[in-house]
């Protein structure tokens, strides 16, 4: 492995004066977590807690005729049962997102009347113990009468197919246009129109290696609950669970400690948390749940599938890109758990990273009878920007333009930021051609005309590809108003508390949930510079906790928003707090407060060594030896809201700033292809990141790395496949084959830093990756296969059979493919 | 035919102490360390298997602990990631994770760091391609291994776990 840095060519210029911001400095969370004592949610017991366990639907689509728990209910040990009709008695359905017609679905924490995925909870028992539950499920009789089941969402809304919920009189859940720029003016002045009847964005999801889990308490006496969880946006949990259990937010204490990897996969489990809650009431005992992975893999936060029809692009003869329109089918499975906020989120990113200022999509999202989806890394914007990358991809293959050039030729130019995309986002910074160039150089693009000749003489096709893509981050949460004008989110927030305690310990508290991306290492750095100590001095509390720790409305972690939102509110807490030491200084030391220095642990005055306040003596001052001071001292406790500046988007126009911050990922790869059997390789891979000022780059990479991961895995192995009955056919990691070590190509790293001139650190939101790896590895399959009939990759998920299957009837998808030149 | 015994006393050395204890004959050798005897360093993270995140040294071999009942165990010496420190000082392997950023989340690492030094053990100056082949049966989904394969190298070049 090789790791390149470059530095800025341009840098916002920095106020603080930055020690351990920028540097790799170890981690706080290792040590713990190395030792085997970090806190993940199912480590946690209570006395006399009774196991979880879920019955769940055999069938697609049915009707529940009976449900008969009985004999479940005889066996010693067994503590009790949930079902659907409880469940509608004592909760109120989820409350949608959606507006007409997805805002009839009916949403609860069990099926109530009707099953519409394998594997939806039907029934909850609970046992004295994990094995007991699991057996006692057996016992439960439940009669179901089958109903035809839609799979394909390209039939969700043929008058034939049968209609999951009723009450919405479709299986549409959202539909809306998007337009910019004059299509009818591209398309005219255009020499080339190349139209592309189908893509489809494949199913899968990131499998974090931790199963959601929950130990739920009860409080009788106040009506509280306590959820120790693993939910990673415990702000949208609350906002669910407290309308549905008909409470107040602030009986709704979740608290998170380690978690074992969420991807966004971890946000959508309050139907299962809801379950708890009422167990944990009706049974007035601790419930503990946790998932087992087959489970996580039938019901669990399925990537959007999605399909693009009748793409057609402008383009001009030298290869400039006008703009292009299609239509997207979004398949969200059976319920909409975060849906259709797919249908907007995706828009941050419109133009990916070209300067086409025409675009139309006509956005359509169904529900078919699969697992509901939820977000996964790069979330809706990865299908978008899998899309731009194809389309540039199948123009240059089909208008004969070098894949590189038409991408230099297209990308928006670094002097353009910030630059205002057609629908009103701005990108930050960024310099797109100087990112591929590095990737370039990293991966040797310049040898490979020879290696192409040296893969031909193994009898091998060489293939190279590109993906080009921008990481959206610190959403804007007024573009849930795009999908329902009903709505009132919007803005974004996150607060940090940082005070100094009577022993001089640095305390910093915050409202994410992290999930392996070293919040407490990179909290600690900002902190240290501020206040002038080292990162180790400054313990940041694990996790979030709405009862004793600071937490905001969009409290979570999600997104690629921490080293904005989060670092923002943690510098602007720390530096309330540095103005609250130095006050207090000058108080004790009789002088102005801007003549107190903090350095070295230590208030003093600047250039007199002998008026030093050690930080212990600054916390005893106030905290118990705070007599005789004339005025008030200041608490040493300082809380700060990060909040971006965001207006509300245009309802009409849809138009409007709908994320702060843009990271660049260029991803290149080199594969080798078997022509005989359609197995290929990944020979060589390179990743450029750009997201900024980065304040620990060794983090940063680490999750460059596992955002690459994740796309291969997508690309050639990942796959929630189902059969026509509805059935997951890769419901375990026998047959869901997620990435080995001996799978992993040799890779190269590089970094350039645009810093964003929005952000309180220069920094911007990473860690998602936009796909990028699944674009290259598409891009690489069909420049390989030039030699061989020239087909075209319309897939995102390309196994080896696909491959063969290209190879042995390129025509089928190169009927897909059609170019009309004037 | 006399009925099966439902449960049996095992007795086992885990990290150095002995434990007695009369278990469940169904339970499973990762459910007697986490849940009956609160070694919770130790994961699951499927029900196949195939993560790996349950990994622990059973005399002296590298074996998943899901897929083991308790009482196989008995009379066994185990070893598991609460064990691999001594007094509070990480082991090189330990280091070597943290000083090549070779966890994320930390999920997956205590079966790692058991398979690696079990590796180690074997052989104490692996190559790439005999460490990806020693950790193929334990999944990340954080870090792409790169990291991993890395700290165990590290690990090696200064004299082993």
Known sequence: MTSVETTPETSAAPTLEREFIGQSVPRKEDRRLLQGQGVFADDIKRWGMGYIHFVRSPHAHAKIVSIDVTKALELKGVYGTLTGDEVAIQTDPFFQIASEPGAHVQDYALAVGKVRYAGEPVVAVVAETRELARDVSELVEVEYEPLPVVVDARLALDPETPLLHEECGTNRSWSGDYEWGDLDAAFAEADHVVRIKELHFDRFNSTPLELNAALVEYNRGTGQWTMHSNNQFPGFAAIMMGPALRVGLDKLRIVTQDIGGGFGNKITSHPQLTACCLLARKLNRPVQWTEWRTEFHQSMSHGNERWFHDVEVAVKSDGTLLGFRCKALDDAGAYLRYEPLGGVIWSQVTPGLYRWRNIRIEFTQVMTNKAPVSPNRGYSRMQHLWLTERIIDIVAAELGFDPIEIRKLNYIKPEQMPYETPNGCVYDSGDYPRALDLALELIGHDALVERRADAESRGLLLGFGVGSTLDSGTNNFAQSQLINPELQFSGNNEVAMVKLDILGEVVVTLGTAPQGQGHETTAAQVVADIIGCSPDDVTVRVGHDSYWNTHAGFSGTYASQFAVTGLGAVKGAADELAGQMQKLASMVFGCGPDDIELAEGHARIAGNPEAALPFMALGAIVNAGNAGFAEDPPPLNARYVFRPAFDVPDQETKFGNLTLTYATQIHACVIEVDPETGYYEIVDYAVVDDCGSRVNPKIVEGQVMGATAHAIGAAIWETFAYDEEGNLLTPNFYDYHVPHALDMPPLKTGAIESPSPFTPLGTKGMGEGGGAGIHAVCAAIQDALRQAGKPIVCDSHNPYHRVWSMLQDPGATRANVEVHSK | ?161
């Not at chain 2, 007094?87 to 000083?99: E, I």
Request: charged letters at 20%.
């Open chain 2, 1 to 161: 035919m006399a009925e099966p015994a439902k449960s049996r006393t095992i007795s086992v050395e885990i990290n150095g102490d002995r434990y007695e204890r009369e278990v469940p004959a169904r339970r499973l050798l990762i459910h007697f360390l986490r849940d009956d005897l609160q070694l919770t360093g130790t994961h699951i993270g499927c029900d196949t298997g195939n993560c790996g995140a349950c990994t622990i040294s059973l005399d002296g071999e590298a074996v998943k602990s899901c897929m083991l009942l308790a009482v196989q165990a008995d009379g066994a010496t185990i070893t598991t990631v609460e064990g691999l420190d001594s007094n509070g000082k990480l082991s090189a392997l330990q280091q070597a994770f943290s000083d090549t950023h070779a966890l994320q989340c930390g999920f997956c690492t205590p079966g790692m760091l058991m398979s690696a030094t079990v590796l180690l053990g074997e052989n104490p100056s692996p190559s790439e391609e005999e460490i990806r082949v020693a950790l193929q049966g334990n999944i990340c989904r954080c870090t792409g291994y790169w990291n991993i394969i890395e700290a165990v190298q590290l690990a090696a070049k200064g004299g082993g776990a």
